[in-house]
């Protein structure tokens, strides 16, 4: 049996406050599951848990109960992460080195060297389309540009799972569709892709599953396809349907030669599922 790329079995985080008795939970008794080759949207308003959940897949916080684990592995242990690449929200690099520099920095540290990692410095810049920006120094590149040397030094080392922070945040359209297309491919390769977004329309472009945060608590988890369905509606998608055929269908009236290309549920989008879920939570509390 393969292993889950990540597995989140019962998982809590408290922060206590300084000075005081009480505490804060980030994430209460949540479980999750990220199989390999799939893009899992872990999403939420701003305080819902995401973060926090992601840095304790990581290792990078320590959880209060519960477990998770990466490839079966405890994310406690530092040889949990060797097949993983981390894009933060805010990735901070150093603005002296250039993009090639940077990249073959984080290279080292993943132990590449040689022919190896110049080769894989190369890929890895034309991947992310900054070929002709690798000699240019941090300090000049705008935020997509940032982002996607951000993207590019999370694959150095060829992960099978990639964990992604808001990959698109303070993109322009152009640098999002490009990430949106990398995160395809990654898929395409069989990588496990985990990200946390607030672009809903991108997420419901490329995720497999979503899981909706809302105070800490997983309010709604499934495809995507299914999550989006409005029960008890069902579309007709006709072809060179007349408004004669149309009043006919009101009726109920099988006698048309009009031909029914598909039939499937209506759907919501994953935005308007955002905010339905994410208000009726609230309102419980």
């Known amino acids: 049996m393969i292993d889950a790329a990540v597995a989140v079995e019962g998982l809590t985080k408290d922060f206590r406050i300084p000075f005081h008795r009480q505490s804060i939970v980030a994430v209460r008794d949540l479980n999750l599951?990220?199989?390999?080759?799939?893009?899992?949207?872990?999403l939420g308003p701003n305080?819902?848990?995401k973060s926090t959940t992601l840095k304790i897949i990581l290792g990078l916080v320590s959880p209060t109960h519960g477990q998770t684990k990466i490839f079966g592995r405890e994310s406690s242990r530092v040889d949990?992460?060797?097949a993983v690449g981390f894009l933060p929200e805010n990735p901070y690099f150093y603005k002296f080195l250039t993009g090639e520099e940077?990249?073959?920095?984080?290279?080292?540290?993943c132990r590449l060297n040689g022919a190896r990692l110049k080769?894989?410095?190369?890929?890895?810049?034309?991947?992310?389309?900054?070929?002709n920006a690798r000699k240019q120094r941090l300090s000049t590149y705008s935020k997509g540009m940032l982002q996607r040397i951000g993207l590019a030094q999370a694959l150095i080392n060829q992960p099978k799972l990639v964990v992604?922070?808001?990959?698109?945040?303070?993109?322009?359209?152009?640098?999002s569709r490009q990430i949106r297309d990398l995160i395809l491919d990654l898929k395409r390769r069989g990588a496990a892709v985990l990200l946390s977004s607030h672009l809903l329309g991108q997420v419901q472009e490329i995720c497999d599953r979503v899981g909706i945060l809302a105070k800490g608590t997983l309010v709604r988890e499934g495809r995507l396809e299914e999550l989006i369905e409005i029960e008890n509606q069902t579309e007709l998608v006709l072809e060179n349907a007349s408004d004669a055929l149309m009043k006919e269908i009101e009726r109920l009236s099988a006698d048309?030669?009009?031909?029914?290309?598909d039939r499937r549920r209506s759907?919501?989008?994953?935005?308007?599922?955002?905010?339905?879920?994410?208000?009726?939570?609230?309102?419980?509390?």
């Open 33 to 42: 599951r990220v199989k390999p080759g799939e893009v899992y949207g872990l």
């Open 47 to 49: 305080g819902s848990g």
């Open 80 to 82: 949990s992460r060797e």
């Open 102 to 109: 940077t990249l073959r920095f984080f290279g080292k540290l």
């Open 119 to 131: 080769t894989r410095v190369s890929e890895l810049l034309e991947l992310v389309g900054l070929t």
């Open 164 to 175: 992604l922070d808001e990959p698109t945040a303070g993109v322009d359209p152009v640098g």
């Open 256 to 261: 048309s030669k009009a031909r029914v290309v």
């Open 267 to 285: 759907t919501t989008t994953l935005e308007q599922l955002f905010l339905e879920v994410t208000k009726q939570n609230d309102k419980a509390k």
